[in-house]
């Protein structure tokens, strides 16, 4: 504890939470409640404040329960998880506890055991969002067949259950296309859950953790024009003929549009969300405006070169480039090795779109991936392949966010 209490008083808060991510299910309750209760007083978090301070004098449902609900709102839902299972050996079957559980364990990622926590209670709860929790955990945990045969039992919902309706049984109809799917086929999974195609699987590290994505990587002109390349093999694939690039408004996206409107010899004009047939282009979603991407319009396909994986973008691509953590771009801030053997950092390229644009055009295109680290080659006819076994479930419904990387594991940093 005395690490924890360090930290704490030396208001390092961040490196608090890194302490208790790793620590807090080995730790008394109450030691948990008034570090948090400090660490909100520093942050001005009220309510967390409230609730660790009641929790840390009193230990009863109500109390538990309000910690957890505080600590799921404020993004440490972690945290929650000791509290509200504590809480359900009290007052075993709530129904709030357990869906409080449930939602922390979701933000946790922790699909396998939402189901095993919802599983035993399930029949004797309402199935609107009961049995369809144990349903959509079952799925992102890596089990279609349960979650198919639990959506099979939920009866008709109400208006308001709809929109989640539609959204599960889109992605069982996926999964079934991409199938059979195993705990390394990030492609297929990747498709399954968000709806959009992975265009490249990363080697590095494939067999130690990484199962496909980047953790951190420096990107470059010639990974920019492989991924627009294998974007050109995917429309094929699909028999997808765009009428023009639409470009999104901040620079990253603009220099990518414009390379992808020359390699693909199509118009590239401003994105507006209503024009049919356009190839919408982005950089990375996080840095851009996704605004009126969310349902796409006819024929509008929207692709984004560098998809981050653990802060998911509002919508879903209908084609990813990569999956990464961090991500530099070629014209952004870059480490080097300078003459003196010293790290210094190299100011980002200010030169103007059109000329960074034709450097992406003009670099040597990577030769198709044949593995290598404990990855499997993907080579182009492998990815068409894909393409074609799903495209009749590609481009269906809205663009949702998918929160959870699902069932295929990779190392993150801290």
Do not use: K
């Amino acid at each position: 504890m005395s690490d924890a209490r360090a930290l704490l008083e030396s208001g390092d808060i961040a490196g608090l939470i890194r302490h208790l991510r790793f620590n807090a299910e080995a730790m008394e309750l109450g030691e948990i409640a008034r570090l948090m209760e400090g660490a909100a007083t520093l942050s001005g978090f009220d309510d967390m404040r409230a609730a660790a301070a009641a929790m840390a004098v009193r230990q009863e449902p109500q109390q538990l329960y309000d910690f957890g609900f505080a600590c799921v709102e404020r993004g440490v839902a972690f945290l929650a998880v000791p509290a509200l299972r504590r809480a359900l050996e009290m007052l075993p079957g709530e129904p709030v506890l357990l869906m409080e559980l449930v939602s922390a364990l979701e933000r946790e990622n922790r699909h396998a055991e939402a189901v095993a926590a919802l599983e035993p209670r399930v029949d004797a709860l309402d199935p609107w969002p009961a049995r369809y929790l144990l349903a959509y955990n079952a799925l992102f945990s890596g089990d279609p067949d349960r979650a198919a045969r639990e959506a099979a039992r939920l009866p008709a919902p109400d208006e308001d259950w709809v929109p989640a309706r539609d959204r599960l049984a889109r992605m069982l109809a996926r999964a079934g296309a991409a199938g059979p799917l195993d705990s390394r086929d990030l492609r297929g999974w990747h498709f399954a859950l968000g709806g959009g195609v992975l265009a490249t699987i990363s080697p590095y590290g494939f067999a130690d953790g990484m199962t496909g994505r980047y953790a951190y990587t420096s990107d470059s002109f010639a990974m920019c024009r492989r991924t627009l390349d294998r974007l050109r093999l995917v429309l094929d694939a699909a028999g997808r003929r765009p009428a023009s690039v639409g470009l999104l408004p901040d620079r990253s996206s603009r220099i990518l549009g414009l390379a992808a409107a020359r390699l693909f010899g199509l118009p590239a004009e401003p994105f507006a969300p209503g024009r049919p047939g356009a190839l919408v282009v982005a950089y990375d979603l996080n840095e851009t405006d996704a605004d009126g991407l969310r349902e796409r319009a006819e024929g509008q396909v929207l692709f984004e070169h560098a998809s981050c994986w653990t802060d998911p973008p509002v919508v879903s691509a209908d084609v990813a480039g990569f999956l990464h953590q961090v991500a530099v771009s070629p014209w952004g801030e870059q480490l080097r090795v300078g003459s003196s053997g010293e790290p210094e950092t190299m100011p980002p390229d200010q030169r103007p779109e059109e000329v960074l644009a034709a450097e992406i055009v003009a670099a040597d295109p990577l030769a198709d991936d044949d593995g290598g680290d404990g990855a499997p080659p993907d080579p182009d006819e492998r990815l068409a392949g894909f393409v074609r076994a799903v495209a009749g479930h590609w481009l269906t419904g809205p663009r949702d966010m998918v929160r959870s990387p699902g069932p295929v594991p990779s190392s993150r940093f801290a």
